[in-house]
């Protein structure tokens, strides 16, 4: 395919109407960030009010991460064997569960079942971002990717401030236990998602996606085919995928319970201040996906990932000089277009750099390097933060500039996802 033709068929794809299957995920999507940013952005400053030690709040991250990282590859093969849909809506029923015992429990066991249980909630990882490419039109995968995640960070923007404000009046955990009731109904959308994974031998299935590449007529994969795939020369690309998504979790670990504690230490921030500052944060990641899935199915996925680095590594050195809450809100905002500007062609290049026959299974690895990534990170946190405020905010930056090193190696190297041509399936 030329690339004027490749221009063409995502412009086309931009007229023709979203896939229901895409609009449910979309939904599901947007129901469920009311509940998960409820819990991921305030659940530090639960855990800190509770009396719970700095280094156990890194470790309660760092357990949940580390079961995600064992379990996320086994969900991406089990994804490829049983099909997207149950492990989808399993793993965010695990999730709901441990967010249920993080609540209930005051317990170090409980805190414990907790971060098990969240944990578990990876195995339906792989076949979220998996459901959302196939179900995605012709030549706008990034974009799809931007939708869904557009939606995520709709709902981010409404939820903390909400949270923030009536927990200062009603306080946090009614307020969070609340915050079930949305993501419980996103389960219930989630369980009517079309499957979009069709096997050889189970005959034609009524039940497929009206998407707007045709459901997977696949046979099934061993269980090593994920690793099998990255260990040959075709699966290059997603190999040094695996690697960035693990720098990737080391750099979403390490700041998650950041962003909360720093302005809470520092400035002595309320619950709505702190809701303010993640509706900031929303704001500007629902701006930098809109933007950058446009600009990824547009000019390259590894130009907007580059862009998004240099615009993350110039920020992580101002940002812990600064003086004021007010500032510190608006520069996470800023910090979080830019960060966001480079998710969809993230996810669309870990997407293209597998064929469609064990894409569910290279996206639990990818899944699991997150994770692997995310449980250090969150582990260093613990660590680093007790002696310094501002030194995880340098780490943060090295951190980026590895990756940008990483995106320039996939390009120079020609590697499949990272050439501006989109690869056939």
């Not at 855990?47 to 991460?65: C, E, K, M, N, Q």
């Not at 209930?104 to 079942?113: C, F, H, K, V, W």
């Not at 069709?198 to 994969?221: E, K, Y």
């Not at 600064?322 to 905002?333: C, E, F, I, N, P």
Request: net charge positive; charged share 10%; aromatic share 10%.
């Amino acid at each position: 395919m030329s690339t004027n033709g490749l221009r063409k068929t995502e412009e086309e794809s931009g007229k023709r109407p979203w896939p229901r299957n895409l609009k449910v995920l979309a939904a599901a999507a947007f129901t469920l960030s009311l509940g998960v940013t409820s819990f991921s952005r305030f659940s530090p400053a639960y855990l800190r009010d509770r009396g719970v030690p700095l280094l156990w709040i890194g470790l309660f991250f760092s357990l949940s991460s580390t079961v995600g990282a064992a379990l996320a590859p086994v969900g991406g093969v089990l994804a490829d064997i049983w099909g997207r849909r149950p492990l989808l809506v399993a793993g965010r029923a695990f999730a709901f569960l441990g967010w249920v015992s993080l609540l209930s429990s005051n317990s170090t066991a409980g805190l414990a079942l907790a971060g098990v249980l969240s944990g578990l909630g990876w195995l339906a990882a792989s076949s979220y971002r998996t459901m959302i490419a196939e179900s995605a039109l012709s030549g706008g995968r990034a974009m799809a990717f931007a939708l869904t995640g557009s939606l995520e960070n709709t709902a981010a923007i409404l939820a903390p401030v909400a949270v923030g404000f009536l927990s200062d009046r009603f306080g946090l955990r009614p307020v969070m236990a609340l915050a079930l009731l949305p993501y419980l109904v996103g389960i219930i959308l989630t369980s009517g998602v079309k499957e979009t994974l069709v096997h050889h031998d189970a005959g034609r299935a009524g039940d497929t996606a009206d998407q707007g590449a045709p459901p997977l007529q696949a046979s099934r994969p061993a269980v090593w085919s994920g690793l099998s795939y990255l260990s040959s020369h075709a699966g290059r690309g997603a190999l040094l995928m695996s690697v960035i998504w693990v720098f990737t979790g080391l750099s979403v670990g390490l700041s998650q319970p950041l962003w909360t504690l720093f302005m809470k230490d520092k400035f002595g921030a309320t619950y709505g201040a702190l809701g303010v500052m993640n509706s900031a944060i929303s704001f500007g990641s629902v701006v930098g996906q809109l933007t950058g899935g446009r600009a990824a199915d547009r000019f390259g996925y590894s130009r907007v990932m580059m862009t998004s680095l240099c615009t993350t590594i110039s920020l992580w050195a101002l940002i812990p000089a600064v003086g004021t809450a007010a500032l510190y809100a608006l520069l996470a905002g800023i910090f979080h277009a830019g960060g966001w500007l480079a998710v969809p062609a993230w996810e669309a290049i870990g997407a293209e750099a597998a064929t469609r026959r064990v894409r569910g299974a290279v996206s639990g690895i990818y899944s699991g390097a997150f994770s692997i990534g995310m449980a250090v990170g969150s582990a260093l946190f613990g660590l680093v933060y007790t002696r310094s405020r501002g030194f995880p905010f340098y780490l943060l930056l090295a951190n980026d500039c590895i990756l940008l090193a990483l995106v320039l190696i996939g390009v120079k190297s020609g590697l499949r996802g990272f050439a501006r041509r989109s690869p056939d399936d």
